[in-house]
């Protein structure tokens, strides 16, 4: 499974990840320019299995595993583009929830989209911890992530039917609701786009 490090192997950027069967660091980018496969040459493999790590690290990185929507034949300029929209468009945003989902979550530095919502199943987000207790579903620990939000369409209404395929087909990444008493409300739909995830309060400890 793919793991976060601290810097990429290859380029040496912030925000590499791991294989666990690869002993090598990468990056987004360093994925979808090709400097993957360049690296992976240097580790003296056979070809069939150079050619394999880099389709698996590609799934991985993208959530293909976990993910519906997603071709596992996107292209490395694809790839490429998807994550520089991402890197260029992130915030800070906050999510409250039960306290063992927050333990897993914490402990895996990962959040799966829910089976449903006001804009389709996705991870939900607010702009405050304070903000949180009016959007949660369950409430308890708050936590905070940077969230890669890429190019954002921006709704005012429910869209329950939008998904990550259609979403990616429209040209975007993530979702603003706008117009609710609650405050904005931000969706991504898939893994890769929040990371950094940190405990920021528990409404559960407040007097």
Known sequence: MASMS???GTCGSPGGFGLSNLPLTTCYRCTGDGSLMIAIMGLGLPASTRQTFVQDFRREMLGLTDYRGISSNWTT???SDRESRLAGNSRTLYHQTKPEA???ILGSQEMLRGSSGLVGGGIYFAESPEETEAKAHHH???LQAQVRLG???TVSLSHSSIT???LLAEGYDSVCVRGRASGLEFVVYNKDQVINIRLAGDRNSRA
């Open 6 to 8: 601290a810097v990429c």
């Open 77 to 79: 300029v694809q790839v």
């Open 102 to 104: 927050s333990s897993l």
């Open 140 to 142: 308890g620990p708050i």
């Open 151 to 153: 190019r954002i369409k």
């Open 164 to 166: 990550f395929s259609s």
